[in-house]
């Protein structure tokens, strides 16, 4: 006997599921329906990373600020003046990007409403493959970019401002 369900090996509920019928106590009854939430997942957590990106740059900025105090002292610090320079590279780049984004976006919409027709056949011929359709592969490159600048700019600005303060 199973402690944990209390069912013994040998009732229905053990036995492997016949092809095509999803187990009763299955997570996701479709694969469309796992692919859902794989992908609102991958949003959540893109997300998280955008979030944390943005309060790591504040992080950064206002350490530098309560620890150098002026802008001579600040600037006088070559770690110091990195990691902010850093932060603005990181913040400047984000806010571009989105705008480049939403405006790759936009054609993709005036692009759908332009010819259902087409958008449709595109649809059809594009449905089950590993392309980037209904996006293009300049979006999906922006936004592997993004995530990196998201990433690494930050966490590098923190790191050159450690070094600021422990090696003055």
Known sequence: MDTNSGRTPSTPAAAAPLAGVVPSGALFQSPSEALKAVRDEYLYWTGKLTDSSLQLSYAVIAA????FGTVDKLLGNFWSKLSMELVMVALLLAAFGAKWMGEL?????????????????????NAGKRVPWPFTNGIELLGRVMREVKVWFPLLAGIAFLIAILCP
């Open 64 to 67: 530098n600020w309560a620890v």
């Open 105 to 125: 976006h936009k054609r993709r919409v005036d692009h759908a409403e332009s010819d259902l027709t087409r958008w449709d056949t595109e649809f059809n011929a």
